[in-house]
């Protein structure tokens, strides 16, 4: 009979372990809450401003990543079952021509951003229709550029970034917009 006693008190210590050891279900609310800016509240952020929007329609998504190549734009459940750094906001286009978007992060470091102008609002990134941003402001090419080229600092308060967003401007090429004359 002692071992018939044993198995419930056993199962009501491992719960918490098996619970914990699950992997976080995908969805796209996975960083947003711990990316949320309140007012009046200190400590390390990026204050985002968004260059060179094409237009107001869809939405913006910001997203911070550690600033490594094996980390840049892993997968958010990957990152965060890992314990490592993920951060996203994600709104409608602001009417500002020039919106600034704040993202709270873990602590002053190095990190790598992006910002997907999801025009048709369907959370996937389409190169032909959708426009793209990286801390940094590295030149495009046809591949995602290398985390080195996009790492920024953020202190330990609010840190100002600029991000210049680039759209498909050839068969193969991106490009922020030109302005219009």
């Known amino acids: 009979m002692k071992s018939a006693a044993v198995a419930p008190a056993l199962i009501v210590v491992l719960a918490p372990v098996l619970v914990a050891a699950q992997p976080l279900r995908s969805t796209p ?99 032909t229709l959708d426009g793209i941003g990286f801390s940094a402001n590295p030149k495009l090419g046809l591949s995602k550029p290398k985390s080195r080229a996009v790492a920024v600092n953020a202190g330990g308060a609010l840190t100002p970034l600029r991000v210049v967003m680039n759209y498909r401007t050839g068969l193969l090429s991106f490009g922020p917009l030109k302005p219009a004359r």
């Open 29 to 127: 609310d996975l960083g947003k809450a711990e990316a949320q800016c309140r007012p009046g509240e200190s400590g390390p952020a990026f204050m985002v401003e968004v260059a060179g929007i094409k237009d107001r329609q869809g939405k913006l998504k910001l997203e911070v990543y550690p600033a490594n190549d094996a980390d840049f734009l892993a997968d958010d459940n990957i990152l965060i079952n890992a314990g490592k750094t993920f951060r996203r906001i994600e709104l409608p286009v602001p009417a500002d021509p020039a919106p600034k978007l704040c993202v709270r992060l873990p602590g002053p470091g190095t990190y790598a951003v992006t910002v997907l102008h999801d025009r048709n609002a369907d959370r996937k990134f389409n190169f």
